[in-house]
């Protein structure tokens, strides 16, 4: 076989087994070893050597059984190292011996990648570190990549990723599924860091890859994971049905030069009507609920009215606003009232959106939001000098980004 | 792992001088729970639990240059308000936090002893 197609052969072999495996060989390892400190770089580890073996000798039968037996040697290694300098070399072994082995196989009695999802979102930790530690842990996704979607430099993003593993092992977090008493709170905080990743997402941001698809796809991949792993859980249901109904616009969210597309301006030929169907049919099944989760299953359900619309003309606001009532109601959050009067405007006219703009006005001062959306219903109004001071606020106030590109573009197309 | 759990303030709970006879006794029944639900757990010990005397009966002691100086505080503003304290051995945080779920709802500040 020429050398060329081996090394391909292997590159797809590592990558399949990356993304198919990652979660439950590092659960394995967390099981087995007890060190979330350790197992994660050990496992990096042998996927990197992986490359070079496999295009010498050939991809393994088994990939996975061959990164599980690589990463567990490495990680013996570092012990035995630590056990030395300690001299506690004795018990190394021993400790090791007396615990189970890892499974691979699908259809176990226990998937590790269940724990491993409680873990990275562990309530000892930092909410800003979950949802690195999430995408790390569960899914492997590169500190690089995690970098690039909370939008700080790399170095910062691996060294967040170290101070918590390293908490992780320090305070003694559990490797298991909580306990039914506090399983509520823990299903929540997980849902949370996975919300934070998919908001992170979703931020406009500077650079071809506008709209984060391959981070929104990753955030797509742990909500779903998440809701199959602990079926029945309505926060779970309704994350996973909101993220899947946003992400089903990705390919519209754009145009060619990176700039930000709005959902009524969007090609809806480009939205993935698989997605759509799939996010709705997990919408069917959550009975309204409360908290976090409900604010989450109303965001879903507003989704599902912009996803479900043939036209933008079509869109049903009458049902939009009342789903924004009732997130208003349940939240209290200005943004959801921005939204909220959009909704409204687009309902019954301007300058009723304008009378609900006017409360998240006085909650928001300082928000370029508040004078864009104001600037864009004072326009449709036909106001148009003060559509045109409201746009000037929102550009002063924007911060550099597609947004305020797309600001300055709406205020030239006034002019003409 | 052990694991110092320390008793820092009332949290959910009233202050105990401003409880009924009854109160105090339902209170005091959560520190025996908590002693049993240890005991039933498999690899959970308490090594040592005691409550603390008021910060007025305590003492500050420093050295300074050989000296030996006693002094009524000033005391660390969390032991001000210690109470009482638990060492407990515990497999890991996640199963101590669910046991201390038994004890009256004080803030508790939880440290992990280093092994050396």
């Known amino acids: ?416 | 792992m052990k694991y110092l759990v320390m008793l820092i303030g009332d949290g959910d709970e009233k202050p105990w001088g401003d409880m009924s006879s009854d109160e105090q006794g339902e209170l005091m029944q959560r520190f025996g729970d908590f002693d049993a639900a240890c005991t039933a757990r498999e690899g959970v010990q308490i090594l040592a639990g005691e409550a603390l005397d008021a910060p007025s009966s305590a003492a500050v002691m420093r050295t300074r240059e050989g000296k030996v100086s006693l002094t009524e505080g000033p005391f660390a503003e969390a032991l001000e308000g210690l109470g009482g304290f638990y060492l407990v051995e515990a497999p890991d945080l996640d199963t101590l936090v669910e046991l201390l779920r038994a004890l009256p709802r004080y803030d508790m500040q939880i440290v992990p002893t280093i092994d050396v």
């Not at chain 1, 099981?31 to 295009?55: I, K, N």
């Not at chain 1, 306990?179 to 941001?205: G, K, M, Q, S, W």
């Not at chain 1, 006005?361 to 939001?369: I, K, N, S, T, Y």
């Open chain 1, 1 to 416: 076989m020429p050398q060329g197609s081996a090394a391909v052969l292997a590159h797809e072999a590592l990558e399949q087994v990356v993304r198919e495996d990652w979660g439950r060989l590092l659960g394995a390892l967390i099981r087995r070893h007890g060190r979330p400190d350790l197992a994660e770089d050990c496992l990096a580890e042998a996927v990197a050597s992986a490359v070079d073996q496999w295009v010498r000798m050939g991809v393994p039968t088994s990939p996975a059984g061959w990164l599980a037996h690589v990463a567990s040697r490495r990680l013996l290694d570092v012990l035995r190292r630590e056990a030395t300098a300690a001299g506690k070399v004795h018990l190394v072994a021993s400790h090791v011996e007396g615990r189970p082995q890892p499974e691979l196989g699908p259809g176990g009695q226990v998937d590790d990648r269940l724990p491993l999802l409680f873990l990275a979102a562990h309530p000892a930790l930092a909410p800003e570190a979950r949802p690195a530690l999430s995408l790390r842990f569960v899914l492997g996704v590169p500190t690089a990549d995690i970098a690039a979607l909370f939008m700080v430099p790399t170095p910062t993003m691996a060294a967040r990723v170290t101070r918590a593993k390293k908490r992780l092992r320090d305070i003694g977090a559990a490797f298991a599924v909580p306990a039914a008493e506090a399983l509520p709170e823990r299903t929540d905080d997980v849902a949370r860091a996975i919300y934070l990743a998919f908001t992170a997402a979703y931020a406009p941001r500077e650079g071809a890859d506008v709209v984060a698809v391959s981070a929104a796809g990753d955030t797509a991949r742990l909500a779903r994971l998440a809701s199959e792993l602990v079926p029945g859980t309505p926060v779970f249901d309704a994350l996973c049905a909101l993220v899947t109904l946003q992400h089903a616009r990705r390919e519209a969210r754009a145009d060619a030069d990176g700039g930000l597309v709005r959902l009524a301006d969007q090609d809806r030929s480009r939205w993935h009507r698989d997605e759509i169907d799939s996010g709705v049919a997990i919408l069917r099944r959550i009975e309204p609920t409360t908290g976090f989760a409900e604010e989450r299953r109303l965001q879903a359900l507003i989704a599902a009215f912009h996803a479900t619309a043939a036209t933008a003309a079509d869109t049903d606001w009458a049902a939009i606003v009342r789903a924004y009532q009732r997130l208003e109601e349940l939240t209290g959050s200005p943004v959801v009232r921005l939204n909220h009067a959009v909704a409204v405007a687009e309902l019954s006219g301007p300058l009723q959106g304008l009378r609900v703009l006017q409360a998240a006005a006085d909650q928001l001062p300082g928000h370029h939001r508040v004078h864009a959306v104001r600037a864009e219903l004072l326009w449709r109004e036909g106001q148009i000098s003060a559509a045109r001071e409201a746009y000037k606020a929102a550009i002063a106030l924007c911060p550099d980004g597609p947004e305020l590109r797309h600001l300055r573009g709406r205020l030239a197309a006034m002019a003409t």
